[in-house]
């Protein structure tokens, strides 16, 4: 059978698009993408590794090693491992489950779970908190989204075995390091239906975009594993300097901001200063030289 006989099979005697087509593989591809680059945005990068657990043919590799992680993998299938070692040459892509990873305590700052079997829920987030030093993530299809419920009416499955939003919320809760409010957080996309997932829909904007909401059919929880830090209010680090009373300072703060050696209000249009605002004549107007003007 030639290439476009497939095509015409995969698109139906109707001639439209069914869900496992490219354009719908695409579009999903791409709308997993834009939520794991907001998802992972509050990650440090720098010398940091990330172990991506379940990382099937390895299509969340090169875009990992390209946002700045020093990326790994662990597939259980012999010849997914072969094609994600082939699409990301720089990782090392190893052979394990996600309830039992072949890695050491702490081995990774983080790790992204991407849940394939929901009976393994527990087993597989403990393992992912045993590796993970500072963080982890956790991937899912949401049977309980607008998708995962007309899918269950059509009596046509999601791409993978779906998981329930609450399930995997709760688990996280239980986690001793995450159970701290504000240290976890979730985001999902794919709204609609099956059918509305693809570029040419009028749905298609409600797909692409992430969401905090748990609609979406596709879902990812960040956590943090690490304490968080106190932050010192500034007031309370300026000490005496100003010759003020603690009390005056917290119910009046002025600016501490500088630009150069003069306090940032006096490089403000109007504040007087004509040497703290040339130091800065792009941002204020009012310092910049007038052109004289020439008597007729």
Not at 109 to 122: I, N, S, T, Y
Not at 182 to 206: D, E, H, I, K, Y
């Amino acid at each position: 059978m030639d290439r476009r006989a497939r095509a015409r099979m995969k698109r139906g005697p109707e001639g439209r698009e069914r869900p496992g087509d490219v354009a719908t593989a695409r579009f999903v591809l791409a709308a997993q993408l834009r939520l794991l680059e907001r998802a992972l945005a509050a990650w440090p990068r720098r010398d940091a590794a990330l172990l991506d657990v379940n990382c099937g043919s390895g299509v969340f590799l090169p875009f990992l090693w390209a946002c700045g992680f020093e990326v790994d993998g662990v597939e259980a299938n012999a010849a997914a491992r072969g094609r994600a070692q082939t699409r990301c040459p720089t990782a090392t892509v190893m052979a394990g489950s996600d309830d039992a990873l072949p890695v050491e305590d702490d081995a990774y700052d983080w790790v992204l779970l991407h849940l394939q079997e929901p009976r393994r829920l527990a087993a597989a987030l403990a393992e992912a908190r045993r590796v993970a030093r500072r963080g982890l993530a956790v991937t899912f299809w949401n049977r309980h989204s607008l998708a995962g419920v007309c899918a269950r009416l059509a009596r046509a499955p999601l791409p993978a075995k779906a998981s329930s939003w609450l399930e995997v919320a709760r688990a996280l809760r239980r986690m001793d390091k995450a159970s701290a409010p504000g240290q976890t957080a979730s985001l999902s996309v794919l709204a609609g239906p099956v059918r509305t997932w693809r570029a040419a829909s009028p749905f298609s904007r409600c797909n692409r975009w992430p969401m905090a909401l748990p609609l979406g059919a596709w879902g990812v929880f960040r956590c943090s594993l690490e304490p968080s830090g106190g932050v010192t209010p500034l007031a309370l680090r300026l000490g005496d300097r100003f010759g003020r009373r603690m009390d005056e300072r917290l119910s009046a703060p002025e600016p501490v901001l500088e630009c150069g050696r003069k306090p940032l209000s006096s490089c403000l249009p109007g504040g007087g200063d004509e040497g703290g605002a040339s130091l800065c004549p792009q941002f204020c107007p009012a310092s910049r030289p007038r052109p004289e003007r020439t008597s007729s």
